[in-house]
């Protein structure tokens, strides 16, 4: 049974007390692992700011109830002593990202809609008694509006493009460049289904280094297709951007005419140091810290 | 010899391929407002001010280098990063300061191009909507190459105020004394022009231009040498023409006492003095400025409110997939020239209020600045170290101080 729809804006900053009722700080973010193979997307963490002190990242099975204005914790301040951290970064596991930082008012791709839009907020349901599910994030300046106190002016009504516009969690691509690898490494991702048509749309998207990630990240009979189905500039820019053994490997897996005529076009130097190469889609690229997985 | 030659060639290609943001972004600075301030400059105090511009031109490379190595680094503009790192609350109230001053400099732009027009004897009423038509036009019809191409072609009509430089047989020595020199009249309006003179070169509009412009032309980090030297280029030819500017003015108009209020004042003053020639070649030069900034500001408030919006813009996108990107440019056009073309509305409270909030948005805006360059999450191994710190702290500080000395000297 699926609880009403939960906003992360509405949820953060929110006091998070022990069960004696004490404070223990407010809710900072929550922690989400991108490879648990559950099929409701979970929340797996959360973090609480306090004043003066290092953030706690707490299990969620410390948790006892989340309700309106306040998280309750099964444990006490003093209880909690071990579960501070300096660096939220490193403090992640290799699968997971934060989903204030990551996600939150930061760029993504819906794969079904194929766009590019910016996430006004994070829904989330709760189940399992207090566990909480992602349910997708809501990209439309309607949320905007909210967040900003203006939602009751109703303007969604008067011009429809700035309405409440939903992406659910499985159909969208993370931009930040965590979101972007953490995903990229995660099999159930919403990368890894996409066929090579959608690929294709979402490569022409991306700034070289994410196209050459996703695309080297694929079999070479994919990969392939990828450029095939991609415009030949992109193609050419994601091909000239990695190394000599990975676009043998691919242009090895395309038809003999169509490689061909690749491997003429590659040996070719482009011209003017490659001005028409450098128009690409760019992606936001930020390199975080991606650690091993946990011991 | 020959790898030798070939090596210059790629790296010449190299540069021209990266070269556009730092030179639109800079050039776009020496609008009518610009323009009007250097004339005031040379015009009141000679030669003696021109250190200022010297000052303006390193503020002017520190922030458009930050603001370039921020979009090619997160791929995206400043308003945009501002969002995303401060919140829909920060981002909003930075945004609409932006767009009501955006929209105050677009009106200064078609007023610059109504008064250049106006010396030739055509009216207002024909020049400025020609010129909002071909501004629209340019950017709706042209793929982002023609655009850019376009524009640096528009720039080289800044030119026509070097010549015009030259044509008025300035004192060389007086100028370089001045540019090197520092000194000034401890005086309330000495301080206010050299207020303005920064001011109007660090331009927020400008700052966050140059950054979606950065992400526009899809620059990578491997880019980022090159595009230093585009806004080191684009920046000192900003300074270049303000002292052309400033020594035209000094050399005729101060010799001889003359006081103006505007660029299309100092462009009939000058035809007299420096002869028929340098009049019109200044006034030429006061049309094209108007006309590559009235482009520039549309574009930078479109790809601005897109940014905070989360819609998808780019100049090579068609206008069904970036209805906002282009709506947003066509109203501001248009909203610029229905103003500049009202008979009896208070156009110079207008520009002055604008100038005003220019200033005070560039403080918020340069702070943000430093320290999302700071911000390790977002720049990665990009991030502004110690020194960089402090370096964009101390431009800040100066900034700061003079926009509060200009806000002081305007009260008493």
Not at chain 1, 70 to 75: F, K, N
Not at chain 1, 197 to 210: G, P
Not at chain 1, 268 to 285: D, M, Y
Not at chain 2, 144 to 153: D, I, K, N, W
Request: glycine share 10%; charged share 15%.
């Amino acid at each position: 049974m699926l609880w009403p729809v939960l906003l992360l804006t509405r949820v953060l900053g929110r006091t998070v007390s022990g069960p004696d009722g004490k404070a223990v700080g407010r809710l900072g973010d929550f922690i989400v692992g991108l490879s648990d193979s559950s099929e409701p997307q979970l929340i797996d963490r959360l973090v609480v700011s306090r004043r003066r002190a290092p953030a706690l990242v707490l299990p969620w099975a410390l948790v006892s109830d989340i309700r309106a204005g306040r998280v309750v914790l099964a444990a006490t301040g003093t209880e909690l002593a071990g579960f501070g951290t300096a660096s939220l970064t490193q403090a992640l596991a290799h699968d997971e990202i934060l989903l204030r930082r990551d996600v939150l008012d930061t760029q993504i791709v819906d794969v079904a809609g194929q766009r590019l839009a910016r996430v006004a907020d994070v829904l989330c349901a709760r189940t399992r008694g207090v566990r909480l599910e992602i349910l997708g994030v809501e990209v439309g300046f309607g949320g905007v509006l909210r967040r900003l106190g203006l939602g009751r002016l109703g303007l969604g009504r008067i011009v429809p493009s700035i309405s409440d516009d939903v992406v659910a969690w499985s159909d969208l691509h993370l931009t930040s460049d965590r979101g972007h690898l953490v995903q990229l490494a995660t099999p159930r991702s919403a990368v890894h289904r996409l066929g090579a048509r959608e690929l294709a749309a979402l490569v022409s998207r991306v700034d070289t280094d994410a196209a050459t990630e996703i695309l080297a990240a694929r079999e070479s009979g994919t990969a392939a297709a990828v450029v095939a189905a991609s415009h030949p500039d992109v193609g050419e820019r994601m091909l000239r951007a990695m190394t000599e053994p990975e676009v043998a490997r691919i242009v090895a897996a395309m038809p003999a005419e169509h490689a061909r005529r690749w491997r003429q076009r590659l040996a070719q130097s482009p011209g003017l140091f490659g001005r028409h190469i450098l128009r690409s889609r760019v992606w936001p690229h930020r390199r975080h810290l991606i650690r091993g997985p946990r011991e | 010899m020959s790898v030798l030659r070939r090596r210059g060639g790629v790296r010449y290609a190299a540069l021209l391929a990266v070269l556009g943001p730092g030179l639109l972004a800079g050039l776009s600075d020496d609008d009518p407002a610009g323009i009007t301030t250097y004339s005031v400059l040379g015009a009141d105090y000679g030669y003696q001010l021109l250190w200022v511009l010297l000052l303006s031109t390193v503020a002017l490379v520190i922030f458009h280098g930050l603001a370039a190595r921020m979009g090619v680094v997160t791929g995206q503009g400043l308003i945009g990063l501002v969002r995303q790192r401060y919140g829909v609350r920060v981002g909003g109230a930075v945004l609409a300061a932006l767009v009501v001053a955006n929209v105050g400099t677009t009106c200064a732009e078609f007023a610059g191009i109504a008064a250049g027009f106006e010396i030739f004897g055509i009216s207002r009423y024909v020049s400025v909507p020609a010129a909002a038509a071909i501004v629209s036009l340019l950017v709706l019809r042209g793929s982002f190459h023609r655009v850019e191409r376009l524009l640096l072609l528009v720039s080289t009509v800044f030119f026509a105020y070097i010549v015009s430089g030259f044509m008025a047989r300035p004192n060389w020595g007086a100028a370089l004394h001045g540019t090197l020199v520092p000194s000034m009249p401890l005086t309330g309006e000495a301080v206010a022009i050299v207020t303005a003179t920064i001011g109007t070169t660090l331009a927020p509009w400008g700052l966050s231009f140059m950054q979606s412009y950065a992400v526009d032309k899809k620059l990578r980090t491997e880019d980022l040498g090159l595009e230093r030297v585009d806004v080191v280029i684009g920046a000192v030819l900003t300074g270049v023409i303000g002292f052309f500017v400033v020594v035209a003015c000094a050399a005729t108009l101060h010799r001889d006492g003359l006081r103006i209020t505007d660029a299309a004042d100092a462009a009939v003053a000058l035809q007299p003095l420096a002869g028929a020639a340098a009049g019109t070649l200044f006034a030429v030069g006061l049309i094209g400025a108007s006309f590559l900034a009235a482009s520039i500001l549309p574009l930078s408030t479109a790809y601005s409110v897109c940014e905070y919006a989360g819609a998808e813009a780019a100049l090579d996108d068609p206008f069904h997939e970036a209805r906002t990107f282009y709506l947003t440019y066509g109203i501001i056009t248009l909203v610029g020239t229905g103003i500049v073309l009202t008979p009896d509305i208070p156009l110079v409270k207008i520009l002055v209020g604008t100038q005003v909030l220019n200033a005070v948005l560039l403080i918020p805006l340069l702070v943000a600045m430093v320290g999302l360059g700071r911000d390790r999450d977002l720049m990665g191994s990009y991030a502004t170290g110690r020194a960089g710190t402090a370096v964009y702290g101390l431009t800040t500080a100066v900034v700061v101080i003079c926009v509060i000395t200009l806000g002081v000297t305007a009260i008493t």
